[in-house]
C-alpha cells in the first residue's frame, strides 16, 4: 500500500487501475444493452468525470454522442451543497436519450441539480450513471440507474477527483487517512539473546504486532510450504535465507497488519541489503525505524543458552555446536554491522541482555519509551 500526500493531508492507496477498469466495463456493459438501438448523448459532469468519461467512451461499443457541463459544488473535502456555476449544453435534447456520467455521487445534491436542469428540456430518457457512489451519505429519493462502485463515506481523490485542485491525475483512487505514526522496532541480539522472549512481552505491554522472521520460516517448514521448502536447508544448516525471500516474506507480514500500532521486528533485518530494503519500504508507507534496541549478551554465555535450548525447543539449530557456531559466524560475519547501520542514523540502542528477564524488560522498556 502507498501513501501520498496532497496539501496538508496523507492518502493511502484505496482502488487500483484494474478494479476501476472493471467497473466502467461493467456500466459500458448495461448502458450498451439499454440504449444500443439509438444513439445516447452522454454528459459529463466536470471537472471530476473528465477521466470516467473518457475511458467510458473509448469502451462503449455503439455510436454516441458526448458534450459537458460544469456544475461545481466542492471545497477541499467537505461538500458544500451549494451550486456556484452553470457551463450548460447547446445541442437541441429533445426526444433523445441523456445519460449523464458522474464520478462521484454522494449527498445527492449535485444530481438533484442534474434532474431540475434536464427536467423541461422534453428528453426521451434521462439515465444516471455514477462511477463512484456513497449509499451512507446520499439523502434523496432519486433514481441512479447505473452504479459502479458503492464507497463508504471517506474522501478519496485520484482518476478525475481531486482534494482543493490536486491529486486529480493519478490512475488509481486514493483514500484520506490520517497518518499512523507507528512504533517500529528493530530489537537486535545475536542468537539465544533473548529476544522472542523479550518480544512476546514487549508486545503486550506496547500493543505491537511482533514479526519474528524465524518464527515465520519454522512455521512454513512445519506447515510444508514452498516458503518452507525453500528456507529449510538454510535454516538446518545455519545459514542465513537468501535476502529476496526473507525480504518478501517480511513484506508479506507486514502487509497483513497494516492496522497494527506499530511491529517490533524480531531476526529482521539480518543483512545490510535487508535493513535498506526495510527503510524504503516503510518510507513508502510515511513510516520509519524508531530505532534498533539491541540486546548485548557475550558469545560464550550464549552458546551454553543456546544448547541448553535445543534439550526443550525442538529447533534442530539449537542442539548442535557446530551449527550454532555457524549461525554466530552468520550473525558476526552479516549482522552484527547493522549496529553501525543504526548507529549512522543515531537509532541504535544497546542494552544490557544479562541478568533476569523482568529486569531485562525493564532496561528495554525504559528504551522503548523514549522512542
Ligand atoms: P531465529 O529464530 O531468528 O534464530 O532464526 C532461525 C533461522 O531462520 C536463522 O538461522 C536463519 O536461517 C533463518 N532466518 C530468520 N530470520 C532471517 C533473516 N532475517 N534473514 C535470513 N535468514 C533468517
Redesign the pocket.
Given at each position: 500500500m502507498s501513501i501520498i500526500k496532497l496539501h496538508d493531508k496523507y492518502f493511502k492507496s484505496y482502488i487500483s487501475e484494474q478494479q476501476i477498469d472493471a467497473a466502467i466495463q461493467s456500466i459500458v456493459k448495461q448502458v450498451y444493452e439499454d440504449c444500443k438501438d439509438e444513439t445516447p448523448i452522454f454528459i459529463g459532469i466536470l471537472n471530476g468525470c473528465f477521466m470516467f468519461v473518457a475511458d467510458f467512451v473509448r469502451k462503449y461499443p455503439g455510436k454516441c454522442e458526448v458534450s459537458f457541463v460544469k456544475l461545481s459544488s466542492y471545497e477541499g473535502t467537505n461538500s458544500t451543497g451549494k451550486i456556484k456555476q452553470l457551463v450548460g449544453i447547446n445541442e437541441n435534447l429533445e426526444n433523445r436519450t441523456v445519460v449523464i456520467l458522474e464520478d462521484i455521487i454522494d449527498t445527492g445534491n449535485t444530481l438533484q441539480e442534474i434532474y431540475e436542469i434536464f427536467k423541461d428540456k422534453k428528453l426521451k430518457h434521462l439515465k444516471i450513471a455514477t462511477l463512484f457512489f456513497k449509499p451512507d451519505v446520499f439523502k434523496k429519493e432519486l433514481h441512479i440507474d447505473y452504479i459502479g462502485i458503492p464507497i463508504p463515506d471517506k474522501f478519496i481523490v485520484g482518476y478525475g477527483l481531486d482534494y482543493d485542485g490536486i491529486g486529480r491525475n493519478f490512475a488509481e483512487i486514493y483514500q484520506l487517512t490520517t497518518p499512523t505514526t507507528m512504533k517500529n522496532i528493530v530489537l537486535f541480539g545475536p542468537?539465544g539473546a533473548g529476544?522472542?522472549t523479550q518480544a512476546d512481552l514487549l508486545k503486550e505491554k506496547y500493543n505491537l504486532m511482533h514479526i519474528?522472521?524465524?518464527?515465520v520460516?519454522?512455521y512454513n517448514i512445519k506447515n510444508e510450504t514452498a516458503l518452507g521448502l525453500l528456507?529449510k536447508s538454510?535454516?538446518d544448516n545455519?545459514?542465513?535465507?537468501?535476502?529476496e525471500i526473507?525480504i518478501d516474506m517480511?513484506k508479506a507480514e507486514v502487509e497483513k497488519n497494516n492496522d497494527a500500532n506499530g511491529f517490533i521486528f524480531?531476526?529482521?533485518?539480518?543483512?545490510e541489503s535487508?535493513a535498506a530494503a526495510l527503510d524504503a519500504f516503510l518510507e513508502e508507507k510515511g513510516e520509519a525505524i524508531n530505532g534498533m534496541v539491541a540486546l548485548e549478551v557475550s558469545e560464550d554465555l550464549l552458546v551454553q543458552r543456546l544448547l541448553e535450548r535445543g534439550k526443550t525447543s525442538g529447533?534442530s539449530?539449537d542442539q548442535d555446536e557446530s551449527k550454532i557456531r555457524n549461525?554466530f559466524n552468520?550473525y558476526n560475519t552479516k549482522t552484527a554491522i547493522l549496529k553501525d547501520y543504526y548507529q549512522a542514523q543515531n537509532k541504535y540502542f544497546g542494552v544490557n541482555g544479562v541478568g533476569a528477564i523482568n529486569d531485562i524488560t525493564k532496561r528495554l522498556s525504559d528504551v522503548f519509551d523514549k522512542l
Amino acid at each position: 500500500m502507498s501513501i501520498i500526500k496532497l496539501h496538508d493531508k496523507y492518502f493511502k492507496s484505496y482502488i487500483s487501475e484494474q478494479q476501476i477498469d472493471a467497473a466502467i466495463q461493467s456500466i459500458v456493459k448495461q448502458v450498451y444493452e439499454d440504449c444500443k438501438d439509438e444513439t445516447p448523448i452522454f454528459i459529463g459532469i466536470l471537472n471530476g468525470c473528465f477521466m470516467f468519461v473518457a475511458d467510458f467512451v473509448r469502451k462503449y461499443p455503439g455510436k454516441c454522442e458526448v458534450s459537458f457541463v460544469k456544475l461545481s459544488s466542492y471545497e477541499g473535502t467537505n461538500s458544500t451543497g451549494k451550486i456556484k456555476q452553470l457551463v450548460g449544453i447547446n445541442e437541441n435534447l429533445e426526444n433523445r436519450t441523456v445519460v449523464i456520467l458522474e464520478d462521484i455521487i454522494d449527498t445527492g445534491n449535485t444530481l438533484q441539480e442534474i434532474y431540475e436542469i434536464f427536467k423541461d428540456k422534453k428528453l426521451k430518457h434521462l439515465k444516471i450513471a455514477t462511477l463512484f457512489f456513497k449509499p451512507d451519505v446520499f439523502k434523496k429519493e432519486l433514481h441512479i440507474d447505473y452504479i459502479g462502485i458503492p464507497i463508504p463515506d471517506k474522501f478519496i481523490v485520484g482518476y478525475g477527483l481531486d482534494y482543493d485542485g490536486i491529486g486529480r491525475n493519478f490512475a488509481e483512487i486514493y483514500q484520506l487517512t490520517t497518518p499512523t505514526t507507528m512504533k517500529n522496532i528493530v530489537l537486535f541480539g545475536p542468537p539465544g539473546a533473548g529476544k522472542g522472549t523479550q518480544a512476546d512481552l514487549l508486545k503486550e505491554k506496547y500493543n505491537l504486532m511482533h514479526i519474528s522472521t524465524g518464527d515465520v520460516f519454522r512455521y512454513n517448514i512445519k506447515n510444508e510450504t514452498a516458503l518452507g521448502l525453500l528456507a529449510k536447508s538454510y535454516m538446518d544448516n545455519g545459514d542465513l535465507v537468501p535476502d529476496e525471500i526473507t525480504i518478501d516474506m517480511l513484506k508479506a507480514e507486514v502487509e497483513k497488519n497494516n492496522d497494527a500500532n506499530g511491529f517490533i521486528f524480531d531476526g529482521f533485518p539480518r543483512t545490510e541489503s535487508q535493513a535498506a530494503a526495510l527503510d524504503a519500504f516503510l518510507e513508502e508507507k510515511g513510516e520509519a525505524i524508531n530505532g534498533m534496541v539491541a540486546l548485548e549478551v557475550s558469545e560464550d554465555l550464549l552458546v551454553q543458552r543456546l544448547l541448553e535450548r535445543g534439550k526443550t525447543s525442538g529447533r534442530s539449530d539449537d542442539q548442535d555446536e557446530s551449527k550454532i557456531r555457524n549461525r554466530f559466524n552468520e550473525y558476526n560475519t552479516k549482522t552484527a554491522i547493522l549496529k553501525d547501520y543504526y548507529q549512522a542514523q543515531n537509532k541504535y540502542f544497546g542494552v544490557n541482555g544479562v541478568g533476569a528477564i523482568n529486569d531485562i524488560t525493564k532496561r528495554l522498556s525504559d528504551v522503548f519509551d523514549k522512542l
